[in-house]
Nanobody, 120 residues
Framework: QVQLVESGGGLVQAGGSLRLSCAASGSIVSIPAMGWYRQAPGKERELVAAFTIGGFTRYADSVKGRFNISRDNAKNTVYLQMRSLKPEDTGVYYC??????????????WGQGTQVTVSS
């Protein structure tokens, strides 16, 4: 099994910055993909930024130029640096990983989510 622990959410004024972290733990063999999704109230969960299988980086159009995703493979951790935050960035941010744990097939795992609230 793989466990994901997110941190770094909170309340920030528009124009401010936050940095989210997601650490994966467990009997991890490999992590081919890892990224961030968010869900605003009344809306579907959407991709924010991710490292995809194959080594590509994807960003939602709405965050390009403001958010930056990075990862520390040695720590099995992915980060999301968010700058110039807007009220529409408000939502619960979820970490998602496609990972292989020892003795298990490659599977998708989700974190518990961390709230980001941007006030105007």
């Amino acid at each position: 099994q793989v466990q994901l622990v997110e941190s770094g959410g909170g309340l920030v004024q528009a124009g401010g910055s936050l940095r989210l972290s997601c650490a994966a733990s467990g009997s991890i063999v490999s992590i081919p993909a890892m990224g961030w999704y968010r869900q605003a109230p009344g809306k579907e969960r959407e991709l924010v930024a991710a490292f995809t299988i194959g080594g590509f980086t994807r960003y939602a159009d709405s965050v390009k130029g403001r958010f930056n995703i990075s990862r520390d493979n040695a720590k099995n951790t992915v980060y999301l640096q968010m700058r110039s935050l807007k009220p529409e960035d408000t939502g619960v941010y979820y970490c998602k990983t496609t990972a292989q744990a020892m003795g298990l097939p490659i599977s998708v795992y989700w974190g518990q989510g961390t709230q980001v609230t941007v006030s105007s």
